[in-house]
Antibody
Framework: QVQLQQWGAGLLKPSETLSLTCAVYGGSFSDYYWSWVRQPPGKGLEWIGEITHGGSTNYNPSLKSRVTISILTSKNQFSLNLNSVTAADTAVYYC??????????????WGQGSLVTVSS | DIQMTQSPSSLSASVGDRVTITCRASQTINSYLNWYQQKPGKAPELLIYAASSLQSGVPSRFSGSGSGTDFTLTISSLQPEDFATYFCQQSYSTPRAFGQGTKLEIK
């Protein structure tokens, strides 16, 4: 059973950098890739990006110029940085596992979510 | 990028009803389609992966079907705990887009 615990600053000013970290408990770190998904208040889910256990990344083109996902294997953690935030980045941010299979990837475990508000 | 479109956006139904939600991809995604359930204030939970495979622990009243561009999620007999929002997601290519969601409400 995998558990994800995430944390980071909840209130940012425009132009600041959003930083979130997700710790992984249980399971084998190398069995998964790792992903971030966000959800603006009252809206749908947006896939932000993912990182493999080897460190390769894929990002949503809509955010690619501002986003970095990193992995710290020694601590079983991964992180999200999103720079130059605006009010449009206000959302609940979720970390999630990515189970890679030959039949497609899926998110089988999720963090509890972190509300990040961008306001001056 | 692949776009995912769900229908309907909202749905009212009663306990015991059979409900079907549809998801359409803007191009073929074979069977690389997942379904998630989300309740208010909670993280999404995986229901179905690879279009029709039931995630461990998910009740058998949930089923998925389809391939190519058209997919369905069916709940055979609605239970009170099923009233939630449902999202599809393609895993054929990145970015791994989600549908806009279908909110299932009590009639």
């Amino acid at each position: 059973q995998v558990q994800l615990q995430q944390w980071g600053a909840g209130l940012l000013k425009p132009s600041e950098t959003l930083s979130l970290t997700c710790a992984v408990y249980g399971g084998s770190f190398s069995d998964y890739y790792w992903s971030w998904v966000r959800q603006p208040p009252g809206k749908g889910l947006e896939w932000i990006g993912e990182i493999t256990h080897g460190g390769s990344t894929n990002y949503n083109p809509s955010l690619k110029s501002r986003v970095t996902i990193s992995i710290l294997t020694s601590k079983n953690q991964f992180s999200l940085n999103l720079n130059s935030v605006t009010a449009a980045d206000t959302a609940v941010y979720y970390c999630a596992t990515v189970r890679p299979t030959t039949r497609g990837d899926y998110h089988d475990y999720w963090g509890q979510g972190s509300l990040v508000t961008v306001s001056s | 990028d692949i776009q995912m479109t769900q229908s309907p956006s909202s749905l009212s139904a009663s306990v015991g009803d059979r409900v079907t939600i549809t998801c359409r991809a803007s191009q073929t995604i074979n069977s690389y389609l997942n379904w998630y359930q989300q309740k208010p204030g909670k993280a999404p939970e995986l229901l179905i992966y690879a279009a029709s495979s039931l995630q461990s622990g998910v009740p058998s009243r949930f089923s998925g079907s389809g391939s190519g561009t058209d997919f369905t999620l069916t709940i055979s007999s609605l239970q009170p705990e099923d009233f939630a929002t449902y999202f599809c997601q393609q895993s054929y290519s990145t970015p791994r887009a989600f549908g806009q969601g279908t909110k299932l409400e009590i009639k």
